[in-house]
């Protein structure tokens, strides 16, 4: 082996195959509420840590559960074992207390109820291209999700805390002053129609979803009292046209489907737009030479647990699905995490 070419390393190989350790510890916390009842307390010991999360583990469990949160960066720590007192990080007392508006949890608790036990049979989703979730007793994941109101609820709360940082982004980066209507399409519990209204006061927003959604967004557009502009209309998109507007948005719509769909919805947004009417569509785009955007390219094979059939795509994906549409101008604009919003004018 030369002598200026490093040995190789097992590390890497170890750390990655051993993630989800880590990933599970996270899971765990935030299903505890431990970030939340730390927050209301500033800091707790062990023990108090213990009791108030009405653990039976044994005392030491407990510190390696605890100072491996502390390892990953989630919680601080002052003194050491039965010394020790804990607290929330910068990060986790910002993002992960459920009494504060920022909160990012319901996406993790998602993930712990449902998607952890399902990626368990990535093998199975890869030889048979199926879906490895609800699906497998028959039913598709919405119609599953749809006639269980708490797991509908645990899901859209996930999407509203998984895009709450990318809708942020969007409505500072891209101007809407000079637009008056925009319909949301798949727009669940209402956030993006709520917080583009709220921006700007002048326009009107539809969110437009399956009619068993359409209690959860109304109920959070009344606890804004956005009623005078924001409004559900009921609708499947793979069967009714979309609500006439300036600007249609989908957020995390397109990945989930086949090409054929995706083309198919692109082509219905461009029939609901007037000229110069624009398509947002915000998801994870994968990087043109498929390899720097890790997050994309995991959350596409996500697509495979979830539908069997969707895939997240490149700018370059969009661009040719959009002009065949006969969409004329494209941008990708960058925003949180790996997220993008990519543009379409007509």
């Known amino acids: 082996m030369s002598e200026n070419k490093a040995a190789p390393s097992s590390t890497n190989i170890k750390q990655i195959a051993i993630g989800f350790w880590s990933s599970k510890v996270l899971l765990a916390a935030v299903h505890f509420e431990l970030f939340t009842k730390l927050a209301s307390k500033n800091e707790m010991s062990g023990p108090e840590i213990k009791e108030t999360l009405q653990l039976e583990a044994a005392m030491r469990n407990i510190y390696d559960f605890l100072d491996s949160l502390v390892a990953l960066g989630f919680l601080e720590r002052k003194g050491i074992l039965e010394n020790a007192?804990?607290?929330?990080?910068?990060?986790?007392?910002?993002?992960?207390?459920?009494?504060?508006?920022?909160y990012i949890g319901g996406m993790i608790e998602m993930l712990n109820n449902r998607q952890y036990q399902f990626?368990?049979?990535?093998?199975?989703?890869?030889?048979?291209?199926?879906?490895?979730?609800?699906?497998?007793?028959?039913?598709?994941?919405?119609?599953?999700?749809?006639?269980?109101e708490e797991k509908l609820n645990g899901f859209l709360n996930a999407m509203s805390s998984n895009q709450l940082g990318?809708?942020?982004?969007?409505?500072?980066?891209?101007?809407?002053?000079?637009?008056?209507?925009l319909t949301d399409v798949g727009g669940a519990s209402g956030l993006m129609s709520t917080m583009a209204a709220q921006k700007h006061p002048h326009m009107a927003c539809i969110s437009f979803d399956l009619p068993a959604v359409a209690p959860i967004a109304n109920k959070n557009i009344l606890a804004l009292?956005?009623?005078?502009?924001?409004k559900t209309v009921n609708g499947d998109f793979f069967k009714d046209p979309f609500p006439p507007a300036e600007i249609i948005t989908m957020a995390n719509i397109l990945h989930d489907w086949d090409e054929k769909t995706k083309l198919m919805l692109i082509k219905k947004a461009y029939e609901a737009l007037p000229q110069g009417g624009v398509l947002i569509a915000i998801e994870s785009i994968i990087d043109e030479n498929r390899s720097e955007n890790l997050n994309a390219l995991l959350a596409s094979l996500n697509m495979l647990i979830e539908t069997g059939k969707g895939f997240n795509y490149t700018f370059s994906d969009f661009k040719n699905w959009t002009l065949s549409a006969g969409f004329k101008k494209m941008e990708l604009m960058k925003l949180a995490g790996s997220s993008s919003a990519i543009i379409a004018y007509k």
């Open 225 to 230: 009292h956005l009623e005078k502009q924001v």
């Open 119 to 148: 990626w368990g049979s990535m093998e199975e989703g890869l030889r048979s291209g199926l879906a490895q979730n609800e699906s497998k007793n028959g039913s598709d994941l919405f119609t599953e999700l749809y006639k269980d």
């Open 85 to 102: 007192k804990y607290s929330n990080s910068i990060e986790t007392d910002f993002f992960l207390d459920k009494n504060k508006p920022d």
């Open 166 to 181: 990318n809708f942020t982004t969007f409505l500072e980066k891209f101007d809407l002053s000079s637009y008056r209507t």
